[in-house]
């Protein structure tokens, strides 16, 4: 090495003398004479002069502000990833000292925060989904439907796949992605007229392992879990639901209620940043016939010697554990800071202030509604009814539209030109408890491409 060896590293010239000492090398070069002279950098890096504390956080501030986000304008665009408020407490309370234990929680006595977190998030997933049992989540909600699939063919011993129109584009790739190394036959049903599917029944056959339905769909209708579950279980078949904005759980009728067997998907509109698309939270719940099948890992209550309440690792079915080929997953096992901020998101809103929020978004987005049907030149070309989200007609082309709304500083929403083309010039919207009633007005102004106030706006 050559020049001060303490302008990398951080440590005083006393202290390196020490460290060598202690490890008996004379000097840093003798330390790294293993490495073959080929390998090593003779000159110094070309860095910038030291900075201050000050002038570092003015330089990342103003780079940061280059960046837009959901609180610095009006935001339409949902697509799988949602913009929520995120209270203040969230963050402190995901700061506390109790979380800040082992990430990897092999050792109960040293990782109760994260194993007890772990623990009230399935308790709260459980009662979202109505089914019986959680994972501890999984990357995001499209390895999480993967996951689901793979489940169901383990436990009904099969090989062919339904899925239903309106499965998440990207949850299509990743799926495919997962299975194109097997066996796997999968049909994909197309739309009816109205946005939804058409009915799965006429698709399930003896050889099916499971139906993949995601409600409500990629387009926003919500599509009939019933019909579906009842089709499935008739061939033997399981029924996976899949959900990517999870407040809509508070609202609709629980997929376990209607007759799901796996409910997965999405969690991040639960209190996680947008974070420009990740990372993210998946979650997996099943009937507790399939928890020998459960990907990932399961946190259960108990108590220790002196009668003490506590938490512990229950089922760990990953590689890790030398299952090798009995392993059900090498998937990640828990997205422990996500989950934590999940966590508490519906500790402080609670089953009330949940449905509230939900009951909100509904009535943001029927206000949309209403201004595109009264707007000339805007459509609702899909009559199914949803959540906060659906398909807007535009006059010209959506790259305009979005471009006349990017101008006025909105983000109105996403093209849907490469995922259905067949919709014509369009857009999926979103209007979650974030837009306003001005805001919403001005969007559809812009899509609409007029001047001045869109007669029927809120004054």
Aim: hydrophobic fraction near 45%; charge should be negative.
């Amino acid at each position: 090495m050559t020049g001060d060896p303490s302008r990398f590293i951080p440590h005083t010239e006393e202290d390196i003398r020490e460290m060598l000492a202690a490890i008996g090398v004379e000097s840093i070069d003798a330390l790294f004479a293993c490495v073959p002279d080929k390998l090593r950098l003779n000159r110094l890096l070309d860095l910038p002069a030291a900075a201050s504390e000050q002038e570092v956080v003015r330089e990342l501030s103003a780079l940061a502000a280059r960046n837009s986000h959901a609180e610095a304008q009006p935001w339409f665009l949902g697509g799988g990833i949602y913009a929520h408020y995120l209270p203040a407490a969230v963050h402190a309370l995901a700061s506390r000292a109790e979380f800040y234990t082992a990430y990897t929680p092999y050792q109960p006595e040293i990782s109760q925060g994260t194993l007890q977190t772990i623990f009230e998030w399935q308790t709260m997933v459980c009662a979202l989904t109505g089914l019986e049992v959680s994972n501890a989540s999984l990357y995001d909600g499209a390895s999480a439907t993967a996951e689901a699939v793979l489940l169901a063919m383990r436990a009904t011993r099969r090989e062919r796949i339904v899925v239903a129109h309106g499965l998440h584009p990207h949850y299509g790739d990743v799926l495919r992605t997962y299975l194109r190394a097997l066996a796997v036959d999968i049909e994909w049903l197309p739309r009816d007229p109205d946005g939804r599917s058409v009915p799965v029944a006429p698709a399930i056959d003896d050889a099916t392992a499971c139906v993949v339905v995601q409600s409500p769909s990629f387009l926003g209708p919500a599509q009939d879990l019933r019909a579906a579950a009842e089709a499935a279980h008739a061939r033997g078949a399981l029924l996976i639901v899949v959900v990517t904005e999870p407040l809509s759980l508070a609202l609709f009728q629980a997929p376990g209620a209607l007759g799901a067997d796996v409910v997965c998907g999405e969690a991040q509109g639960f209190g996680v940043p947008m974070s420009l698309g990740g990372p993210a939270l998946g979650f997996l719940a099943t009937r507790d016939r399939f928890v020998r099948q459960l990907p990932g890992r399961l946190v259960g209550e108990t108590v220790d010697t002196r009668g003490r309440r506590g938490y512990v690792l229950t089922l760990s079915t990953r590689e890790q554990h030398i299952r090798r080929e009995k392993a059900t997953s090498n998937i990640c096992t828990n997205q422990g800071l996500c989950l934590l901020y999940a966590t508490i998101y519906l500790s402080l809103l609670g089953r009330v202030g949940l449905r509230k929020l939900a009951r909100l978004n509904y009535a943001k987005a029927e206000y949309l509604k209403r201004r595109v049907r009264e707007t000339p030149g805007l459509s609702l070309p899909l009559a199914a009814p949803g959540f906060n989200e659906f398909v807007v007609g535009v006059p010209d082309s959506a790259a305009a539209a979005l471009a006349r709304a990017r101008e006025a500083g909105i983000v109105g929403g996403l093209d849907l030109a490469p995922y259905e083309p067949e919709l014509g010039p369009a857009l999926l919207v979103c209007a979650t408890e974030l837009a306003s009633r001005a805001s919403i007005d001005e969007l559809v102004a812009r899509l609409a491409d007029v001047d001045g106030p869109v007669p029927g706006a809120a004054p």
